[in-house]
């Protein structure tokens, strides 16, 4: 599975972004799909997951009430729409994918080790 993140960009304080991550190479219908992020020199922290089917969805508490996750399964695309951004929301935004499939975790999946497709990332600025 290859997957490309895209949306990013720079953007002020209490704006919004709507990254995309679109899987090609094999289906991500079946998978539970997560963001992560990361600011150089810490660890890449786990922001959501939506199960395979759409209807088990898992925030982190920084970004709850701010960040939607979804997905359209037909286009093998998933999607973050990050409002009321803030600077410390500034990061590398990474699209996972978990290998098992038909499996909604209704508990945030934060390990990177149990995701076995990656994509490249791409930058989110948020200036103050």
């Known amino acids: 599975v290859q997957m490309v993140e895209s949306g990013g960009g720079l953007v002020q304080a209490g704006g919004s972004l709507r990254l995309s991550c679109a899987a090609s190479?094999?289906?991500?219908?079946?998978?539970?799909m997560s963001w992560f992020r990361q600011v150089l020199g810490k660890e890449r922290e786990f922001v959501a997951q939506?199960?395979?089917?759409?209807?088990?969805?898992v925030y982190a508490d920084y970004v709850k009430g701010r960040f939607t996750i979804s997905r359209d399964n037909a286009n093998e695309t998933v999607y973050l729409q990050m409002n009321s951004l803030k600077p410390e929301d500034k990061a590398v935004y990474y699209c996972?994918?978990?290998?098992?499939?038909?499996?909604?975790?209704?508990?945030?999946?934060?390990?990177?080790?149990?995701?076995?497709?990656w994509g490249q990332g791409t930058q989110v600025t948020v200036s103050s």
């Open positions: 939506i199960s395979w089917s759409g209807d088990v969805i």
């Open positions: 996972a994918a978990r290998g098992v499939v038909y499996y909604s975790p209704n508990y945030p999946e934060r390990c990177r080790a149990d995701y076995d497709y």
């Open positions: 190479g094999r289906s991500i219908s079946m998978n539970t």
